[in-house]
């Protein structure tokens, strides 16, 4: 049984790639308390200290393995938020510093400022593929019934992480059923909006129905029946990886925490 969990957990899906690497051995407790401490550091560093979190984060992701795939999602996401930052906060906002280059008008702060968030988001979201890429949402959900926490946070915690891959299979049944049915989705920008609602009706009708299936199959279950459930086959952990993560949320607060303190 536990060779069959094992295999399943090693299986692709959408953001996890199945690997051997330190992160991928490491206790999904570890991982979360890793990603903290890079988010909560991201928050408090200035511009260089969160590029610096982000380039760190791009770094491990490559020796682990998962630098292309993470990396991709990263651009993919960025490039469209700093397009936006520079045009707003460096075009549009009204400031004092206004300076012309050609025919525009452009900001420093703002763009000072711009750059401060996006390399803020860049480092948050890295550190965040980081643990996708690398955690199974299944082992995630044991590792938390390990240490007893209460199978509905568990499972609210991981579930959606669980639910992205099926609900993109299902995304794409519909869509391969529509274009059967005569749906063109390779027109102008305009012909694949007025498509979308037939895309996306069914889906929600669908995953809306599947809330209650869902609903049914725990309660059968006796999903929330105890408030500790026994884990067969959890994720390994050791003394050190326990004093590593007392240490790293340690850190965490300590830097949320520190600053906050200090402007009072």
Known sequence: ??????NKASKPSLLYSAGNSFL???????SLCLLLWMISAAIVLPTAG?????LAAILVALVT?????AVKRLLMTMVPIGVALVVVHGLLIDRQDFAALGPLQVSTTGLDYALRVFMRVAAMLMA??????????SEMLKALDQRGVPP???????SPLLLIEPFTERAHAIRDAQRVRGLDLTGSWKARAKALPVLLVPLITLALSDLDHRASILSGRAFRAHNRRTVINAPPDSTFQIWLRRLL???AV???GLPLLWRL
């Open 1 to 6: 049984m536990a060779s069959a969990a094992k």
């Open 24 to 30: 991928h051995k490491a206790n999904p407790l570890t």
């Open 50 to 54: 969160s590029a610096t979190v982000a």
């Open 65 to 69: 393995g998962v630098g292309r795939r």
């Open 128 to 137: 965040t593929l980081l643990f996708v890429t690398t955690t199974h949402p």
């Open 152 to 158: 509905g946070v568990g499972y609210l915690i991981a």
């Open 249 to 251: 949320l340690t850190l």
């Open 254 to 256: 300590l830097q949320l």
